[in-house]
C-alpha cells in the first residue's frame, strides 16, 4: 500500500516537510487531466515553468498535442493518452482534475459520454487521491447556477438547473462531480478544492469549438458574418485564461476548500460582445442572428468577493486587453489552414 502523500518529502496532505540546509525542495508531482486542452495547456506552462513534474492524462477528445508539443522531450514532462472513465494508477501530490469537453457544442455530442467523463471520471481522480494523499481541484462551473434567478452569482446561491434538459449532462454532471468531490472530503479525508469557472478565452481554444469568443474571433477572421444566437441581449463575463490559471494555482496551494467562483466580473451582451471583436478585427464585420439553443442561460457574472477576499485574487485582463492575444493566435493559425 502506497503511503499517504506518495514517496515525495512533499506532502500534498500535510504540507512541505522541512528540509536539511542545502537540500533542494524537490519539485512537486501533478496531474493534470485534460492538460492537452485549452484551460489545461496553459496550466502545465506555468507547473512546468516553476518547476513541476507534470503528468497529462487526456483522450485528445477536444484537447490536441499541438498544445503541449512545446514540452515533449522535457524530463519533468509526461503526456499520457487515457479515459478518465477508466481507472489509472499513478503515484502524485496533486490532481487538477480538467478533464470534461467545456463548450456546448461538444459536451452535447455525446452526453452520455459527458455524464460518463463528469462522474465516472471524477470518481476515479478521487479514488487516486485518495491511495495516494495528493490534493485533488476539481475545475466545476458556472453552469452549476444553471439560468440564475440570483444577479450576479455568489457561491451561496443553489442554482436554477434543469435536471433533463439537453445541458444537463454537463451542469448537472459537474454538480455530482462537486457532491463527490465534497464526500470525498467529509468521508475519506481527501484534501479538496472547488473552483467555479466562468466563461475563459484565450489562445489555443479550438477554432471550431462552437463557443462565443471562438466563434465570433474566427468567423471575423474569416470575413464571415458573426453568428448572434437569440436577440444577442443575453449576457456573459468573460475571463482571460492566465487570469484564470493564476487562480487555479493559487486555489491549490491556498488553505481553502472554496467552491470560488472564478471569472471576470465585466458583463457583456452578445451584441457588445460582437462590437468589441469588430473594433478589433475588422471594422466592417457583420453580424447574422440565428435561433438560440435550449435552455440558455439569460445572464451571468460572478460575484468574486469570495476569492478576492480569501485568495487575494482577482482578474487583471480586461475583454479588450485580452481579445488581441487570442487574435494574433487565431490568425496563425487560420493561415496555416490555408
Ligand atoms: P477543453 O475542451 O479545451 O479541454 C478539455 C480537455 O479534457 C481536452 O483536452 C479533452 O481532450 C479532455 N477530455 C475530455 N474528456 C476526457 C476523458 N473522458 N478522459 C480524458 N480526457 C478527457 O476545455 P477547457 O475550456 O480547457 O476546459 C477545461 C475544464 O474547465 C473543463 O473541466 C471545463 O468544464 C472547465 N470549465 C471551462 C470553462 C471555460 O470557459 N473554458 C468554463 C467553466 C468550466
Ligand atoms: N481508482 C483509480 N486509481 C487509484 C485508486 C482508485 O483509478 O489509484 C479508482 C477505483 O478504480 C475506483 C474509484 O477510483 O473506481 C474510487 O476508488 P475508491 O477506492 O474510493 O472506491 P472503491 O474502489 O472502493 O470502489
Ligand atoms: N452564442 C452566440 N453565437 C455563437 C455561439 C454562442 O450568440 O456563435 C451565445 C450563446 O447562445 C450563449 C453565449 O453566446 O448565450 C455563450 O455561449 P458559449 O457556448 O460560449 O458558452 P456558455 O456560456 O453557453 O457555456
Redesign the pocket.
Known amino acids: 500500500k502506497i503511503p499517504r502523500g506518495g514517496a515525495s518529502s512533499v506532502s500534498a496532505a500535510g504540507g512541505a516537510r522541512r528540509l536539511p540546509v542545502g537540500v533542494r525542495k524537490p519539485s512537486l508531482r501533478v496531474v493534470v487531466?485534460?492538460g492537452?486542452?485549452?484551460?489545461?495547456s496553459h496550466l502545465v506552462d506555468k507547473l512546468l515553468a516553476r518547476g513541476d513534474s507534470v503528468i497529462v492524462?487526456?483522450?485528445?477528445?477536444?484537447?490536441r498535442k499541438d498544445n503541449v508539443a512545446h514540452h515533449l522531450g522535457n524530463p519533468r514532462f509526461e503526456l499520457i493518452r487515457?479515459?478518465?472513465?477508466e481507472p489509472i494508477l499513478l503515484e502524485v501530490d496533486q490532481i487538477y482534475h480538467?478533464?470534461?469537453?467545456?463548450?456546448p457544442v461538444?459536451y452535447k455530442f455525446n452526453p452520455i459520454k459527458t455524464i460518463k467523463?463528469n462522474v465516472m471520471?471524477t470518481l476515479n481522480m478521487l479514488g487516486l487521491a485518495k491511495r495516494v494523499g495528493a490534493r485533488f481541484l476539481l475545475?466545476?462551473?458556472?453552469?452549476v447556477y444553471g439560468d440564475p434567478l440570483e444577479h450576479p452569482q455568489k457561491e451561496s446561491y443553489w442554482g436554477n438547473v434543469n435536471p433533463i434538459g439537453v445541458r444537463s449532462c454537463y451542469d448537472e454532471g459537474?454538480r455530482t462531480a462537486e457532491t463527490l468531490t465534497m464526500d470525498y472530503h467529509r468521508g475519506a479525508g481527501v484534501e479538496v478544492r472547488i473552483a467555479r469557472?466562468?466563461?475563459?478565452y484565450g489562445p489555443r481554444m479550438?477554432l471550431d469549438d462552437g463557443r462565443v469568443v471562438s466563434n465570433f474571433v474566427a468567423q471575423a477572421l474569416r470575413k464571415q458574418p458573426m453568428t448572434v444566437y437569440g436577440d444577442g441581449k443575453q449576457t456573459r463575463s468573460f475571463q482571460y485564461v492566465s487570469d484564470l490559471v493564476d487562480a487555479l494555482v493559487t486555489l491549490m496551494e491556498s488553505n481553502h476548500i472554496g467552491p470560488f467562483n472564478l471569472g471576470n466580473p465585466g458583463e457583456f451582451t452578445m451584441l457588445e460582445l460582437a462590437q468589441v471583436v469588430k473594433e478589433t478585427i475588422d471594422p466592417g464585420a457583420s453580424v447574422e442572428f440565428k435561433p438560440n439553443t435550449a435552455d440558455d442561460p439569460h445572464m451571468r457574472k460572478p460575484d468574486i468577493s469570495k476569492a478576492k477576499s480569501l485568495l487575494n485574487w482577482e482578474p487583471k485582463i480586461s475583454l479588450k486587453q485580452g481579445l488581441p492575444r487570442m487574435v494574433s493566435d487565431f490568425q496563425k493559425r487560420i493561415m496555416e489552414e490555408k
Open positions: 487531466t485534460g492537452a486542452g485549452f484551460v489545461g492524462v487526456d483522450n485528445f477528445f477536444t484537447g487515457h479515459d478518465v472513465v480538467l478533464a470534461c469537453p467545456a463548450s461538444h467523463t471520471g475545475t466545476s462551473t458556472s453552469e459537474k469557472i466562468f466563461n475563459t479550438c
